[in-house]
């Protein structure tokens, strides 16, 4: 059973999401016992129902919550120290928590949103019916394709079948199912349980991987075929669209339909009080479009008004995409799409350029020493100079590298052969691989292993601390440390069914450095560890080796790192991961505190994490002093797994703040006095910029409170 909802140790209800390994405690004003009810009883599918006896029922949380009646139209948006009461009849309580909660009573009933916790009280005990669905999502079946381009695009039309509708609410991540897989073969077949879904939507580009592929997020979006045609182009009934308009280029001008089209299905979602007030529909007020009628228009209709607008009006409010991918035009990357297709990225045929991987260069040394206050002069091992490689000049060989073109998406993936610069390396396996792990029962298992007796004891000293890996409340983590294992002992610790490796100690070509040799992940039968960091010299190729024997995704190092700035990279990712931020989003933000961050890349999925954040989107502060005072903050969100593009974010800045962002990239920047930036950095911890330098945001909370 994928979610389980079961009575609590001390009372109330305990949600266990065994994909995701989360828990969800839900407080009642008696004790419980949940009784399994009809699924179908939901305006949205859910995983499991159960109906208790009870007249309160308390999430420990504040959510995103709306209020719904039995026609599915929204009530009412429960905001921060909010409250709605709906008098009579059958109402739905939705809310957005580490699952998706779905709460069928009958009123007279209170909504409400306290300082930290949300609240469903009946006025007299009664019957609530309880749906969850988890986040996790599958791909339902699997289309084998042949390498030929006009199959991958009969594949590709197929990938629209996973939405579960077709309005504008499909730019909701948790109305946009997984694609299907895609497989190649010798012919071409679709199970009969996929459907390509009939929207009068077609995209015409000439046969060729390289115009298949960058169309493929797009395709499935509107949920459109693709054929063979002259020149690139969107077609309906009653208009065609260039998608190389004004020679922008063809992959710029399919981004471009793709981000408005999103964008002002976001807006549109939002009339007719059917979601909460959105902060870009409000700065695009003067934005001539109809989308109360749109909403329920069909969608080639909806299409041609959406373009009918210039993208250059729109341009300004897009929210910052998560994710670009460079993939190589090979048919051998085809399986890969439905994965990257899934978290909505803009995909490009590379525009890139061999560079010489990362080195530990005399100049970068010396200007990190100095900056360090130390010497490069005579460097060994107790030095802080001194390298994570075996060898005092290394032993590795570096991997061929590639530098993907840099684009203003908040994370770059590079899918092809060389290894990426300044992008994680996606890798089809991972994905699979995360298919195929078991859900299992118990707590979050992290290991932190230290092969090294002296030089990295404040790195493993740091991350076994309590307050480092499982210092969240609501999440149940459990923390093992080695120290100087034995190949075998090493062995055990990758084959075991493991959540994240965090490693510390010595890699080069031959393998992991033991206490009495060294192991080689090539020598494995299979990997049972989910994710990993392996804070270790040249540690890709062991990495790679990982992942393909089973491992979802991890960051590595292209060559060797200095150990002074391999602890700052080891110590800021610690605290990221147990954060919430996923793997690519946390290295690119730790990448900034060390001059050796460049050394580190993500392979795998980067989307890979440890759990999800507090509020679901994971949040970047900049915060500047302009008075005793008086502040200003610039608020950045990374969507993650939980939460991907389209889901919106309200950040709590004061009382009565009801205004909600799409969580990608830039949100605003706020202006705050003292009390309300302290009661805002009390909510959680946060990566911060203050004063020109990098904090955690409990850091500056206690400088504000001195």
């Given at each position: ?371 360090d206050g130390g010497t490069t002069s005579g460097a060994g091992p107790g030095s802080p100079s001194f390298t994570r490689s075996r060898g005092s000049a290394g032993g590795s060989a570096a991997p061929a590298t590639v530098e993907p073109d840099h684009t203003d998406s908040l994370e770059e993936a590079w899918v092809g052969e060389d290894a990426p610069v300044g992008a994680s390396k996606a890798m089809v396996e991972a994905y699979r691989n995360e298919l195929t792990r078991d859900g299992r029962r118990g707590d979050l298992d992290v290991v932190v292993v230290c092969n090294d007796s002296k030089e990295m004891s404040d790195e493993f000293e740091f991350v ?57 992940v090539h020598s494995l039968d299979r990997v049972g560890v989910g994710s990993f960091f392996l804070n270790a010299c040249s540690s890709y190729e062991q990495g790679m080796e990982l992942i393909r024997k089973g491992a979802v995704g991890g960051v590595v190092t292209l060559n060797d790192v200095i150990n002074t700035g391999a602890l700052r990279v080891g110590r800021t990712m610690a605290r990221l991961l147990d954060l919430g931020f996923p793997l690519r989003s946390a290295l690119d933000i730790a990448r900034e505190r060390s001059i050796v961050g460049s050394q580190y890349i993500v392979v795998g999925d980067g989307n890979a994490d440890i759990a999800p ?94």
């Amino acid at each position: 059973m994928t979610v389980e909802v079961i009575a609590g140790e001390d009372g109330g209800l305990s949600v266990h999401d065994h994909i995701e390994r989360l828990r969800c405690e839900l407080r009642t004003d008696r004790p419980v016992e949940p009784v399994p009810v009809d699924e179908s009883g939901f305006s949205y599918n859910v995983d499991v129902a159960v109906s208790v006896e009870a007249g309160r029922i308390e999430l420990p949380q504040v959510v995103n919550t709306r209020v719904r009646n039995a026609d599915n139209e929204v009530l009412a948006v429960v905001d921060h120290f909010d409250s709605f009461e709906h008098e009579a009849g059958t109402c739905f309580v939705e809310m957005s928590a580490y699952v998706k909660l779905y709460l069928r009573v009958e009123g007279p009933v209170t909504v409400a949103a306290e300082a930290a916790r949300t609240v469903v009280e009946l006025e007299e005990p009664g019957e609530i019916r309880i749906g969850v669905r988890s986040y996790h999502r599958r791909p339902a079946a699997t289309i084998t394709t042949t390498e030929r381009p006009v199959d991958m695009m009969r594949a590709v039309s197929h990938l629209g079948s996973a939405l579960k509708t077709d309005t504008p609410e499909r730019s909701y991540p948790t109305l946009r199912g997984h694609p299907p897989e895609l497989e190649l073969g010798d012919r071409f077949s679709v199970p009969p349980t996929i459907e390509a879904p009939d929207t009068g939507v077609r995209i015409e580009v000439p046969p060729t991987l390289e115009s298949v592929f960058p169309v493929t997020p797009l395709a499935y979006y509107l949920g459109a075929e693709v054929v063979p045609g002259v020149e690139p182009r969107l077609v309906t009934d009653s208009f065609e669209y260039p998608l190389d308009p004004d020679g922008v280029g063809f992959e710029t001008g399919v981004e471009r339909v793709l981000k408005q089209t999103f964008f002002l299905d976001c807006l549109t979602r939002t009339e007719g009080g059917r979601g909460p007030p959105l902060h870009e529909r409000a700065a695009v007020s003067d934005l001539e479009l109809p989308l109360e009628e749109l909403f329920d228009a069909p969608p080639s209709e909806q299409l041609s008004t959406y373009l009918d607008v210039p993208y250059g009006t729109v341009e300004p409010y897009l929210p910052q995409w998560k994710l670009t991918a460079h993939v190589e035009p090979e048919a051998e990357n085809g399986p890969i799409l439905p994965f990257l297709v899934d978290d909505l990225a803009v995909v490009r045929t590379p525009r890139s350029s061999p560079v010489d991987p990362p080195g530990v260069e005399t100049a970068a040394i010396d200007a990190y020493m100095r900056s360090d206050g130390g010497t490069t002069s005579g460097a060994g091992p107790g030095s802080p100079s001194f390298t994570r490689s075996r060898g005092s000049a290394g032993g590795s060989a570096a991997p061929a590298t590639v530098e993907p073109d840099h684009t203003d998406s908040l994370e770059e993936a590079w899918v092809g052969e060389d290894a990426p610069v300044g992008a994680s390396k996606a890798m089809v396996e991972a994905y699979r691989n995360e298919l195929t792990r078991d859900g299992r029962r118990g707590d979050l298992d992290v290991v932190v292993v230290c092969n090294d007796s002296k030089e990295m004891s404040d790195e493993f000293e740091f991350v076994q601390a309590d307050d480092v890996y499982g210092s969240r409340e609501h999440l149940p983590f459990d923390v093992t440390a080695f120290r100087e294992l034995t190949c075998d002992r090493l062995a055990l610790v990758l084959e075991s069914e493991r959540d994240f490796l965090h490693y510390i100690g010595h890699i080069d070509d031959e393998g992991f450095d033991c206490a009495d040799g060294t192991l080689d992940v090539h020598s494995l039968d299979r990997v049972g560890v989910g994710s990993f960091f392996l804070n270790a010299c040249s540690s890709y190729e062991q990495g790679m080796e990982l992942i393909r024997k089973g491992a979802v995704g991890g960051v590595v190092t292209l060559n060797d790192v200095i150990n002074t700035g391999a602890l700052r990279v080891g110590r800021t990712m610690a605290r990221l991961l147990d954060l919430g931020f996923p793997l690519r989003s946390a290295l690119d933000i730790a990448r900034e505190r060390s001059i050796v961050g460049s050394q580190y890349i993500v392979v795998g999925d980067g989307n890979a994490d440890i759990a999800p954040p507090e509020s679901l989107t994971a949040l970047r502060l900049d915060i500047t002093e302009r008075s005793d005072d008086e502040y200003e903050m610039d608020l950045f969100a990374y969507p993650t797994g939980s939460a991907g593009m389209g889901t919106v974010f309200n950040p709590h800045i004061e009382e009565g703040f009801t205004e909600y962002y799409l969580n990608s990239g830039h949100l605003n920047t706020f202006s705050m006095d003292r009390d309300d930036l302290v009661q805002f950095l009390s909510l959680e911890i946060m990566p911060t910029r203050w004063k020109g330098s990098f904090a955690w945001s409990d850091e500056v909370l206690d400088e504000l409170r001195q």
